[in-house]
């Protein structure tokens, strides 16, 4: 069974740093893609960033370029996602995700993948 668990999430000002954590069990974890998604409050769920976990190739939605960081750690069975210069508007849950079709990384952050675990809540004050 396919797991996914997130972490790091918390309250932090605009401008401030959060690391978020997604480990996975369930799955030979090298040859899936895993990515990130969030949901406002209001809002329809949003892709922002994935990694082939394989080959290390990354994708990003144009609103997190140059201060969002995603990463793996294959020993460990682990993606991070380093979110540094905060903004209010990143204020959501922040969900992982696994898939393993290997399609075209940009189609997983507008689509979203397979199987999903639960959220984390970030919360960026002004």
């Known amino acids: 069974e396919v797991q996914l668990q997130a972490s790091g999430g918390g309250l932090v000002q605009a401008g401030g740093s959060l690391r978020l954590s997604c480990v996975a069990s369930?799955?030979?974890?090298?040859?899936?893609?895993v990515g990130w998604f969030r949901q406002a409050p209001g809002k329809d769920w949003e892709g922002v960033s994935c990694?082939?976990?394989?080959?290390?190739?990354?994708s990003y939605r144009d609103s997190v370029k140059g201060r969002f960081t995603i990463s793996s750690d294959n020993a460990k069975n682990t993606v991070y996602l380093q979110m540094n210069n905060l903004r209010p508007e990143d204020t959501a849950v922040y969900y992982c995700?696994?898939?393993?079709?290997?399609?075209?990384?940009?189609?997983?952050?507008?689509?979203?993948?397979?199987?999903w675990g639960k959220g984390t809540l970030v919360t960026v004050s002004s």
């Open positions: 990694i082939s976990t394989g080959d290390g190739s990354t």
């Open positions: 369930g799955f030979r974890f090298d040859d899936y893609v």
């Open positions: 995700a696994a898939d393993g079709r290997h399609l075209e990384l940009g189609t997983y952050i507008e689509y979203g993948m397979h199987t």
